[in-house]
């Protein structure tokens, strides 16, 4: 092969790669308006035209695919100014993909005051049942001394109360920004112990059937059932709350 066709072969490449170049450029164009990639760097360009031909390929429709794109550049405006690119931000094309397909992440629900407190109760009830249940069974006269089955009920439904308060309102959050100081915290906790202590004893005095105890073998088959009904309120109705 002579030099002048080496010269010819090298600018038909040239002039071929030139025209491929151009027509990616057109097809960027025709995809996502330039006056929307104006201020985006060359990389950021190209994520943004990949990402917007794989959601296309994955059938995504229009309006979602335009706004999804808009609202990234608009970031990645911002961002790009402290250095970050658009893989750095999002993953891979793949990865933003699936997430736009997928949509926003679902926040956690909030479980309320009333949740919280119904599961605690419950588990406190099944943690006096089985206290009682372990006393009966060495001591009838220790169990006794304990209480019947209203100072078991009214105890539990006061912890579980308690419990969700500090839960919901007194900062016993993931969030510690929502957290109260730490001295409320103590006296909050003293008082709910004060309104326990006071309320098992006024109970414990209630005389009768209505405060009668049972056998250890009871307190254990309560103990069982409190479980299962807590298990079917998670599993069936989805309660939400437990702090443990």
Known sequence: MTKENKQNNKQRNQEVAKKQAEKLEAKKSE?????????????NED??????????EKGVPSEKRKQAVDEMIVELRDKQRQGITAGKLYGTVSERTEA??????KKAKEPSYWSV?????LIMFMMFCIMYAALGAFSKKQ??????ILTLIVTSVIAGLGMAYFYKVA???RDRRKRIPFWKTLLLSGALVVIWITAYT??????????????????AVLAVIAFGVRYILKKKYGLIGSIF
């Open 31 to 43: 995809d996502i308006p330039a006056s929307s990639l104006e201020g985006l760097t060359k990389r």
């Open 47 to 56: 994520y943004m035209f990949r990402l917007n031909r794989m959601l296309e």
């Open 100 to 105: 736009i397909i997928a949509g926003p992440k």
């Open 117 to 121: 407190a119904l599961d605690n109760g």
């Open 143 to 148: 169990a006794e001394v304990n209480g019947g």
């Open 171 to 173: 900062g016993y959050r």
């Open 202 to 219: 006024l109970v414990m005095a209630v005389p009768g059937a209505l405060n009668r105890t049972f056998e250890p073998i009871v307190y």
